[in-house]
Nanobody
Framework: QLQLVESGGGLVQSGGSLRLSCAAS????????IGWFRQAPGKAREGVSC????????TYADSVKGRFTISRDNAKNTVYLQMNSLKPEDTAIYYC???????????????????WGQGTQVTVSS
């Protein structure tokens, strides 16, 4: 059974950093496109970043470009989201998800991600 578990969230001051982890079980992580998403209270879910299967090409939302970095450790079957220069508007629940509908090409934040983790809360204080 495919399962994703996020960790690493917390409370940080504006300008600080956090690293989120997305650990996979039941499948090999680099076999699928993996995305990070976030949802703030009262707002729609937003795609943050994704990493393509196999070759590991990355994509970022404009709102986080230059501040966030997605990476993958195949030995640990884990995807990370390094978040630097955090802002209060980054406050949200962060989820990782797997897109199993496409087994080639590059990841897309608007793809139909079908397996989701439970989320981890990130709170950035001003």
């Amino acid at each position: 059974q495919l399962q994703l578990v996020e960790s690493g969230g917390g409370l940080v001051q504006s300008g600080g950093s956090l690293r989120l982890s997305c650990a996979a079980s039941g499948f090999i992580l680099d076999s699928y496109h993996i995305g990070w998403f976030r949802q703030a209270p009262g707002k729609a879910r937003e795609g943050v970043s994704c990493i393509s299967l196999s070759v590991g090409m990355t994509t970022y939302a404009d709102s986080v470009k230059g501040r966030f970095t997605i990476s993958r450790d195949n030995a640990k079957n884990t995807v990370y989201l390094q978040m630097n220069s955090l802002k209060p508007e980054d406050t949200a629940i962060y989820y990782c998800a797997a897109d199993i509908s496409r087994l080639s090409g590059l990841c897309m934040l608007r793809a139909p991600y079908s397996y989701w983790g439970q989320g981890t809360q990130v709170t950035v204080s001003s």
